[in-house]
């Protein structure tokens, strides 16, 4: 308790230090740290306050949603129910998770409450048949048409992008947009940061067609070895570099400008970190593989780093069984020979929270130390546990609904494999 008053003690040092630049201020972060400290009251007022700054619905309706979690947990009922119902006005449309979440049992039997579920729409049914999914594409013909009319106008450039894409994006992109981007400043900040890249993507960025029978190839072998597969539809949009892909309840979220890369493509004006998150598109089937496992995945959530780890390394070896590759190939390649050197680093964080060191860090990475080494050590895993197992079929399952990630590693054999490297 003390460690987090004195954290907590800082973060609003930096609050008031900042003053009125609530730009620099995450108030997510805030809000989920006095959250978990269960000061609800105080969450609760973090919580309205990012909700007040994000500038895309989603992520204004998943903040006023907490805000009312906190109100509940306080017995705040009437004000609970205004903001859920605010939150749901806005998109906020988990009917299960709006159900089951316990922090909301005190509204439970109200009269109010009974009205709010009765609204709240029925998430399309996932499809079990491959032939049947859905390819959005609208985004990037939206995001190309804003493009070139901001470079023609750019004293309107936010204007025209806010006009042109984000006010007409498809429920797919809100999702993405909410979960993985700060601001549309953030978007054209980056956007404006690379004119040469973006001016040599374009042609790449159209190729989806070209790739769907790839796609639809990999759905129907996912079938084959895992008979009770659920198929989404798939959006493609252009981000700001802070998500190659995702999942929501509407689909996979694939940032398209992250695996867009071919030869003739100039990436001087990218940093490094940015670099290490580019991928060639004649990987995007294998990305496409890779977020399709994410939503078979019905794995415990762990805090601890092999779970992460674990549950990003599986989705790197059923995508490659079901493709043909992994959707990183490079990171393959570099860790050959390493192996045994990796896994003894990574075996000082497996049990703590410390997955930032693992995944998603490309902050930390250089040439000689790649990001994401946490996606290799889990496909590895995975890769024994599934080579020791006598019923295939039967091992993708239990790959795929994992309860205990320490018994897992210990079943699958990958300690004593590594160890005689």
């Known amino acids: 308790m003390k460690h987090f008053k004195i954290v907590l003690l800082l973060l609003l040092f930096n609050i008031n230090s900042f003053g009125q630049n609530e730009s620099l201020i995450n108030y997510n972060s805030i809000a989920d740290s006095l959250y978990q400290a269960k000061s609800y009251n105080s969450a609760t007022n973090f919580y309205i306050k990012a909700s007040q700054f994000a500038e895309f619905p989603n992520k204004k309706g998943s903040n006023l949603y907490n805000a009312a979690c906190c109100l509940a947990l306080q017995n705040k009922k009437d004000s609970a129910l205004i903001f859920i119902n605010k939150a749901v006005d806005l998109g906020y449309n988990d009917k299960l998770n709006i159900l089951n979440d316990s922090d909301l049992n005190s509204l439970h039997g109200n009269s109010e409450w009974d009205n709010l579920v009765k609204k709240l729409k029925v998430t399309k049914p996932l499809n079990d048949n491959p032939a049947k999914v859905t390819f959005f594409t609208e985004d990037i013909h939206r995001f190309w048409k804003a493009y070139d009319l901001a470079n023609k106008n750019p004293t309107q450039y936010k204007e025209i992008f806010k006009t042109n894409y984000f006010d007409k994006a498809s429920i797919g992109m809100n999702d993405y947009f909410s979960s993985k981007v700060g601001s549309i400043d953030q978007f054209i900040n980056h956007i404006q940061s690379a004119p040469k890249f973006y001016q040599s993507i374009r042609k790449n960025t159209l190729k989806v067609d070209d790739y769907k029978k790839d796609f639809k190839r990999s759905f129907q072998n996912l079938k084959d070895i895992y008979p009770a597969a659920k198929y989404p539809d798939i959006y493609f949009v252009i981000g700001a570099f802070t998500s190659g892909g995702t999942i929501s309840t ?125 996606y290799w050590i889990g496909y590895q895993i995975c890769k024994a546990y599934y080579e020791n197992a006598k019923d295939k079929k039967k091992a993708i399952s239990e790959i795929l609904n994992i309860q205990d990630y320490r018994k897992f590693l210990a079943e699958s054999g990958w300690e004593e494999k590594v160890s005689k490297l």
């Open 250 to 374: 509407n689909g996979l979220l694939i940032g398209l400008n992250q695996t867009s890369q071919s030869d003739e493509i100039p990436t001087d004006e990218l940093s490094e970190g940015l670099k290490t998150r580019l991928n060639k598109i004649k990987y995007l089937p294998n990305l496409i593989a890779h977020e399709l496992i994410h939503f078979q995945q019905k794995t415990k959530r762990d805090t601890i780093t092999l779970g992460y780890v674990i549950v990003e390394g599986s989705a790197d070896f059923i995508g490659e069984l079901i493709s043909g590759n992994t959707a990183n190939p490079d990171l393959m390649n570099w860790a050959k020979g390493k192996e045994k050197a990796i896994w003894e680093k990574f075996t000082k964080d497996m049990y703590f929270n410390r997955y930032n060191n693992w995944i998603a860090n490309s902050k930390q990475s250089s040439k000689n130390n790649p990001p994401d080494q946490g």
